[in-house]
């Protein structure tokens, strides 16, 4: 069955960078666009980005798009989320979806806090 | 930016019908989804392309389409449906992804 395990979230200061990590398994995860979704604590979904199946293509919420790096390694069925400058308002619930959005994962949680 | 514009909440007895509203100017031409998130866990999709069910999703949940505004309707809401359900779709470039604010769907 298709499994989506994120992981790298925690406490970090604000400035920091973090690097979250997306574990693929039970698809062909090099033929499929996947997301990085997040939800701030009490909050609605935003989405954050998109990368194609291939990672040349790539797109990114307004919000997001000057600190943010979406990237993946089809060899290793894992997707990336890399952050920069993290700040108070990056705290959330970060997920990643299927292209389709028909499967996520449990979502890591990412505190910025000093 | 391209936004998607739900009401914040909705009630309803069990047993009765709900319907949930999600309006968006490029929802005529963009497919709208549907995610129902109970508290401390993952979206899961109950509605893709407007009017279609997921399987495993019950016949219950159904999805329809007006110009800028898409409808979830359930059926016969049961307490186990509380949650808060949101829309999904795209702008017009079909590249950026949006998510309506949500809907706080109370059945008592």
């Known amino acids: 069955q298709v499994q989506l395990v994120e992981s790298g979230g925690g406490v970090i200061q604000p400035g920091r960078s973090l690097r979250l990590s997306c574990a693929a398994s039970?698809?062909?995860?090099?033929?499929?666009?996947m997301h990085w979704v997040r939800q701030a604590p009490g909050k609605g979904l935003e989405w954050v980005a998109v990368i194609s199946y291939e990672g040349s293509n790539k797109f990114y919420a307004d919000s997001v798009k000057d600190r943010f790096t979406i990237s993946r390694d089809n060899s290793k069925n894992t997707l990336y989320l890399q952050i920069n400058n993290l700040r108070a308002e990056d705290t959330a619930v970060y997920y990643c979806?299927?292209?389709?959005?028909?499967?996520w994962g449990q979502g890591t949680l990412v505190t910025v806090s000093s | 930016s391209y936004e998607l514009t739900q009401p914040p909440s909705v009630s309803v007895s069990p047993g009765q019908t709900a319907r949930i509203t999600c309006s968006g100017e490029t929802l005529p031409d963009q497919n709208a989804y549907w995610f129902q998130q109970r508290p401390g866990q993952a979206p899961v999709m109950v509605i893709y392309?407007?009017?279609e069910r997921p399987s495993g999703i019950p016949e219950r949940f159904s999805g329809s389409s007006s110009g800028t505004t898409v409808t979830l309707t359930i059926s016969g809401a049961q307490a186990e449906d509380e949650a808060d359900y949101y829309c999904?779709?795209?702008?017009?470039?079909?590249?950026?992804?949006?998510f309506g604010g949500g809907t706080k769907l109370t059945v008592l």
């Open positions: 392309r407007d009017t």
């Open positions: 039970g698809f062909t995860f090099g033929s499929y666009g």
């Open positions: 999904q779709s795209t702008d017009s470039s079909g590249a950026y992804v949006v």
């Open positions: 979806a299927h292209g389709s959005f028909d499967f």
